[in-house]
């Protein structure tokens, strides 16, 4: 397999970002949920203005994993008030961890959770945090094998269903 690149990306990204945003998210999350509420994340959340915002948010960064000028998974990440809970200047926020799923087991989620550690080690932050919904046990395994810990849970909003996150974080400091 050829090398995985990591690319900081930017608004010139934003059809590239909204296609593996879209695909990965149906690819993890539309076999245990409802058609309608997966549209209804996809058109509200994952819209080309949406993410376009996020994008100019100078507290969130985003990053591609590329193989051979395909982007196959993608990162971002939230300091300060870009972060969804937790608006703490000591912690930083991995929102998205999401990797085709052809890619799965080739190391691109690690590369990426790597560049995440990387970026917060580099901010200073005292903890790295992130939000799994507790059905997806892939997710939690592989978190959990990162060093991230259960620290509490919160609500996320997919279409009219409210659905329990596990809330992790790893130590940095």
Request: net charge negative; charged share 25%.
């Amino acid at each position: 397999m050829h090398k995985i690149e990591i690319k900081r990306i930017s608004q010139i990204d934003i059809n590239e970002l909204q296609a593996i945003s879209i695909l990965t998210f149906i690819e993890t999350f539309s076999a245990l949920n409802t058609v309608e509420n997966m549209n209804a994340y996809l058109e509200n959340e994952l819209s080309i203005s949406k993410l376009s915002m996020e994008l100019e948010n100078i507290h969130s960064t985003f990053y591609f994993a590329m193989l051979e000028n395909k982007v196959v998974g993608y990162l971002k990440l939230n300091v300060g008030e870009a972060q969804t809970e937790i608006k703490d200047e000591s912690t930083m926020e991995i929102e998205r961890i999401y990797v085709l799923k052809e890619f799965h087991g080739q190391k691109v989620g690690q590369l990426l959770c790597d560049k995440a550690l990387q970026v917060a080690l580099q901010a200073n932050a005292f903890y790295v945090w992130l939000g799994v919904w507790e059905m997806n046990f892939r997710a939690i395994n592989f978190y959990t094998k990162n060093g991230f810990e259960p620290f509490d849970k919160h609500i996320f909003q997919l279409g009219n269903e409210e659905q329990t996150d596990i809330m992790m974080k790893r130590m940095l400091k």
